[in-house]
């Protein structure tokens, strides 16, 4: 997925917000054809059911608002989003466990270990399967 810095920077500092507890959101991105990389448009944040710093859950009525305004803008939800606040920022096997619902859309983990030098990294997981995907940072 191609995203701007900006919105980067909103997934990012979510994250430093909802510290010391893990943050959850929505990436909506414009559908493209094969062998193009999705645009990022919005970044929706969503609230961990958990407020947890070791779990997420995204709340469901966020993610039927977030389906919705995609929609009607013409995107699709194309990554989920969260944080780990004390770990690398890799897929957990729960959510290797989650990403089974969500097929075909990216994975992005805040990682906060080190506040002072937080790393984004994105993946595609599919049928346990976890393969780092390079996020493709454009200009606004």
């Known amino acids: 997925m191609d995203i701007s810095s900006d919105l980067l920077e909103q997934i990012?500092?979510?994250a430093r917000e909802e510290s010391p507890n893990e943050c959850c959101g929505v990436v909506g991105v414009v559908p493209t054809s094969e062998g193009r990389p999705a645009q990022a448009m919005r970044v929706r944040s969503t609230r961990n059911v958990h407020a947890s710093p070791k779990r997420f859950e995204i709340d469901g009525?966020?993610?039927l608002r977030a389906i919705n305004e995609f929609e009607d803008a013409g995107w699709e939800i194309g990554a989920i989003y969260h944080s780990h606040t004390h770990t690398e920022p890799y897929p957990s096997q729960t959510d290797i466990n989650f990403a089974a619902s969500w097929p075909g859309v990216e994975w992005?983990?805040?990682?906060?270990?080190?506040?002072t030098a937080p790393t984004i990294r994105s993946y595609l997981i599919d049928g346990g399967?976890?393969?780092e995907v390079e996020i493709?940072?454009?200009?606004v």
Do not use: F
């Open 12 to 14: 990012l500092a979510h």
């Open 61 to 63: 009525r966020d993610v």
């Open 108 to 115: 992005i983990i805040v990682g906060l270990a080190d506040p």
């Open 129 to 131: 399967t976890v393969r």
């Open 136 to 139: 493709g940072q454009i200009a």
